[in-house]
């Protein structure tokens, strides 16, 4: 049973260029959130999204973005890169059951941005 | 507002020692669910752990205990005879519970635990 996957596992980028993260969620899971992780800190939720649209947001600028495709992996991308946003970037997956939230997440490895 | 506080950044024991790791919480919903995560040095954050706010039992599972007590906003986790093993990032998490909010887990800072041979 395959887990969530994410990639590329590490991404080097230069300030002001954009970036494309993937994740694929747990087989049976429907729900994919996105985390940023700044060294030495916790996780900072993003955003989630399930069919297809953006449900909750966390408190990150629009430069951040995602999508979810019908076979329920998502994208995450970053616009216009800041030297902050360095961080392991963390995907989530979990099965939302026709409105009954189900708190059973899955994490990926991460990608690993560094900004330069 | 909710909050997670891990006021303890980095502990370092031997193995076979026994060790707590701190989480206090602030929220004002009545219905929530707190987590532990461990997070290796490769990255992903393996569940330990769920409890939702109205099942304050203790819970045992093998070396891991954990102690919820809502009158403190505590959520201590404890883990018997560490072995090297157990070196990693612990995570204390709290989420709402609610239709509106399916996803946002609340982190602390986390506790690197280093258990020395």
């Known amino acids: 049973d395959a887990g969530v996957t994410q990639s590329p596992t590490h991404l080097i980028k230069t300030r002001g260029q954009q970036v494309t993260l993937r994740c694929s969620p747990k087989?049976?899971?429907?729900?994919v959130s996105w985390y940023q992780q700044a060294l030495g800190q916790g996780p900072q939720f993003i955003f989630q999204?399930?069919?297809?649209?953006?449900?909750q947001r966390g408190n990150f600028p629009d430069r951040f973005s995602g999508h979810q495709f019908p076979n329920y992996s998502s994208e995450l991308n970053v616009n216009a890169l800041l030297l902050g946003d360095s961080a392991l970037y963390l995907c989530a997956s979990s099965l939302f059951r026709g409105g009954t939230p189900n708190y059973g997440y899955t994490f990926g490895s991460g990608t690993r941005l560094t900004v330069v | 507002a909710q909050k997670v506080t891990q006021a303890q950044t980095e502990i370092s024991v031997v193995e076979k020692e026994d060790v707590t790791l701190d989480c206090v919480y602030e929220?004002?919903?009545?219905?929530?669910?707190l987590f532990w995560y461990k997070q290796p040095p490769s990255g992903e954050l393996v569940f330990l752990i769920r409890?939702?706010?109205?099942?304050?039992q203790n819970e045992i599972s093998g070396r891991y205990s954990w102690n919820f007590q809502k009158s403190t906003s505590s959520f201590n986790f404890t883990i018997t005879a560490s072995q090297v093993v157990d070196s990693a990032v612990y995570f204390c998490a709290l989420i709402r519970h609610g239709s509106s909010n399916t996803g946002k887990l609340i982190f602390g800072q986390g506790t690197t635990l280093q258990v020395k041979p």
């Open positions: 999204y399930y069919e297809e649209e953006e449900r």
């Open positions: 087989s049976g899971h429907d729900t």
């Open positions: 409890r939702n706010s109205f099942d304050e």
């Open positions: 929220t004002r919903d009545t219905t929530y669910y």
